[in-house]
């Protein structure tokens, strides 16, 4: 099967994949690479160095300018304008134009703007009428100018309410839906003095700590974390204030609310976390269980899967050449240890 182009679409490129379509008042410039079974819709215009995926949606009327890669199952809604020239001015080209990547199964509403030089993550989403300042993590949806996180797509890979209150009032600890994320209740008492909270390190703690970092005064908007560790393995509290602490183990997604210092999350080695929507006064506090190393932190996600053995088909950042013989040879051109008071079984944090 070879690709399709409408009588009234140009496509100068030989680097098609079958299946794709170009459709009418769509133009495709020489040097462009594009995958199998892409649509490429009306008054799309495609420049050189280009790369995309395969399975790519494109909506009317978007350029794609040069330096942009695609991974497989993009989505770019209608009139999405994307940039590669920081401080553009008439008839002056930079020395190189900067590089927007959007990754695997990411997808951009309808009439976002997208700033040079950002990468979209993989299965991001980005609100319609966004502009797009930063680049955005792996999964988190953004909206607004200029765009900030409003939540994180929650099960790989449909979008769904992902907010849920640790809930574990009459039971210590609590099993979250992610592997390797346990929630604790903390020891509280409350007298006529006020509320006090107590822990005995290594009775309570599944861990005895190495060190503890504590975070704050984070603006609203800002995100922390995004990463996940090889070895260390953390426990977070927030002492004053509130903050959302977003676990992940490559399956399921779920995002848990610390508001009060008695509540605490154990987060094993290889859970991908990132915390947001830090209130104005909230102070977390992180215990780990190993001295800083820089090496202990897997930063990029798409690595952290592969770390996993999650599947994993992401192909950018390749150059037009690989895209190029890429195309071509397609032939178209533990359960924490808990030592929490009660012994009694662990509940969903719903
Ligand atoms: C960003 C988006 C994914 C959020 O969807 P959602 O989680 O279902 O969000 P909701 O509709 O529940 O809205 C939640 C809040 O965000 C606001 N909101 C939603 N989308 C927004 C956007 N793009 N920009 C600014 N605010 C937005 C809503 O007004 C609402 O605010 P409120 O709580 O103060 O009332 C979605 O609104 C969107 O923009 N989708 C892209 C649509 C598109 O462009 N499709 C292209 C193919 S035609």
Redesign the pocket.
């Given at each position: 099967m070879r690709h399709f182009v409408h009588p009234q679409g140009i496509c100068e490129s030989d680097s098609v994949g079958a299946g794709t379509n170009v459709w009418a008042f769509a133009h495709v410039l020489p040097g462009a690479v594009i995958g199998k079974n892409c649509n490429i819709g009306d008054h799309v215009f495609v420049e050189n160095d280009v790369v995309l995926g395969d399975r790519v949606t494109i909506?009317c009327g978007v350029q794609l300018w040069d330096g942009l890669r695609a991974g497989n199952d993009v989505f770019i809604?209608?009139n999405v304008t994307f940039t590669n020239d920081p401080f553009p001015k008439s008839k002056q080209r930079p020395a190189e134009f900067a590089k927007t990547t959007l990754e695997e199964g990411c997808?951009i509403?309808?009439?976002a703007t997208i700033l040079p030089g950002i990468s979209i993550g993989r299965n991001a989403?980005v609100?319609?009428?966004?502009v797009v300042t930063r680049s955005v993590p792996p999964n988190a949806?953004v909206?607004?100018n200029p765009a900030r996180i409003?939540?994180y797509v929650s099960q790989i890979p449909k979008?769904a309410n992902v907010v849920s209150r640790a809930k574990h009032e009459d039971s210590p600890v609590a099993v979250s839906q992610v592997q390797g994320v346990t929630i604790y209740q903390l020891p509280a008492f409350e007298d006529i003095r006020g509320p006090l909270v107590a822990v005995e390190m290594a009775e309570v703690l599944p861990f005895v700590p190495a060190r503890f970092f504590i975070v704050h005064t984070v603006a609203g908007s800002g995100v922390r974390g995004e990463h996940a560790h090889r070895r260390c393995e953390q426990f977070l509290l927030c002492v004053k204030g509130s903050v959302h602490v977003l676990v992940d183990d490559g399956l399921t997604r779920q995002e848990i609310i610390l508001d009060r210092p008695q509540i605490g999350i154990h987060i094993k080695p290889l859970v991908w976390a990132a915390q947001y929507k830090y209130s104005a006064d909230a102070v977390l506090l992180v215990f780990a269980s190993h001295p800083y190393q820089a090496n202990d932190y897997i930063r990029d996600y798409g690595t952290w899967l592969r770390t996993l053995n999650k599947p994993h088909t992401l192909s950018l950042g390749e150059t037009v050449a690989s895209a190029k013989h890429r195309a071509n040879e397609r032939g178209c051109g533990s359960q924490a240890r808990s030592r929490c008071v009660v012994a009694e079984a662990p509940k969903r944090c719903e």
């Open positions: 909506k809604g209608p997808s509403g309808a009439n989403m609100g319609a009428g966004a949806i909206q607004g409003q939540g979008p």
